[in-house]
């Protein structure tokens, strides 16, 4: 007959290697979540998500720009002039930029969600080996997942590419401010002879 002392040591040691197995088989049932098959068509759907987003954005401000420009030259008299071509290649200029700063922000997106995915997996790994089991770290990897796509789109859609058309803008704001002060100058009201009171 063994020892009481070494009973117990045996039974340690057989509870320490089921604790073992079980942090093993929890983590395991973790990492198979994150490293599903479909886990890179998800982060491509993710990133043509985003990059489409951005480059809606980039439309969207082409289009407010473009009229803005047309209706600013016309006013000013130079459709079809030599500033009209300038403008309307700085337009251009700058709507591919924008095209260029949505890829790069959409790939940034995606950076960020695959770190955040990577911070949730070795939370729940820390969580495994204090206790969780494998089926609810299944059910939290899983929700995690989701909950991180979501924040991740979320976030992109409120950051938004930001003003793309500066240039164009600037152009506007001169041509309109031109055509102001040329109104000024041509207006009757308050020019020298327009208040005139001649025989009064």
Same mark, same amino acid.
């Given at each position: 007959? @063994?020892?009481?002392?070494?009973?117990?040591?045996?039974?340690?040691?057989?509870?320490?290697? *089921?604790?073992?197995?079980?942090?093993?088989?929890?983590?395991?049932?973790?990492?198979?979540?994150?490293?599903?098959?479909?886990?890179?068509?998800?982060?491509?759907?993710?990133?043509?998500?985003?990059?489409?987003?951005?480059?809606?954005?980039?439309?969207?401000?082409?289009?407010?720009?473009?009229?803005?420009?047309?209706?600013?030259?016309?006013? @000013?008299?130079?459709?079809?002039?030599?500033?009209?071509?300038?403008?309307?290649?700085?337009?251009? *200029?700058?709507?591919?930029?924008?095209?260029?700063?949505?890829?790069?922000?959409?790939?940034?997106?995606?950076?960020?969600?695959?770190?955040?995915? *990577?911070?949730?997996?070795?939370?729940?790994?820390?969580?495994?080996?204090? @206790?969780?089991?494998?089926?609810?770290?299944?059910?939290?990897?899983?929700?995690?997942?989701?909950?991180?796509?979501?924040?991740?789109?979320?976030?992109?859609?409120?950051?938004?590419?930001?003003?793309?058309?500066?240039?164009?803008?600037?152009?506007?704001?001169?041509?309109? *401010?031109?055509?102001?002060?040329?109104?000024?100058?041509?207006?009757?009201?308050?020019?020298?002879?327009?208040?005139?009171?001649?025989?009064?």
């Amino acid at each position: 007959m @063994g020892s009481p002392g070494n009973s117990a040591q045996r039974e340690a040691q057989r509870a320490e290697a *089921e604790r073992q197995a079980r942090i093993a088989s929890t983590t395991k049932q973790i990492n198979s979540a994150y490293d599903a098959p479909g886990r890179q068509a998800q982060y491509d759907d993710f990133l043509k998500a985003v990059r489409q987003n951005y480059t809606d954005d980039a439309t969207r401000q082409k289009q407010v720009a473009d009229r803005g420009l047309k209706f600013s030259l016309a006013r @000013g008299g130079l459709t079809g002039g030599s500033a009209a071509v300038d403008a309307n290649r700085r337009s251009g *200029e700058e709507f591919q930029r924008g095209i260029l700063q949505a890829e790069d922000l959409a790939q940034g997106a995606l950076g960020d969600l695959k770190m955040s995915d *990577e911070q949730s997996r070795l939370q729940l790994i820390q969580m495994a080996q204090s @206790g969780l089991d494998s089926a609810t770290a299944a059910q939290r990897a899983n929700a995690s997942i989701a909950a991180g796509a979501q924040t991740a789109m979320s976030d992109a859609k409120a950051k938004g590419l930001g003003d793309v058309f500066g240039s164009t803008i600037k152009t506007i704001g001169a041509q309109q *401010e031109a055509a102001a002060q040329r109104r000024g100058q041509t207006s009757a009201v308050g020019s020298l002879y327009g208040n005139a009171t001649w025989g009064r």
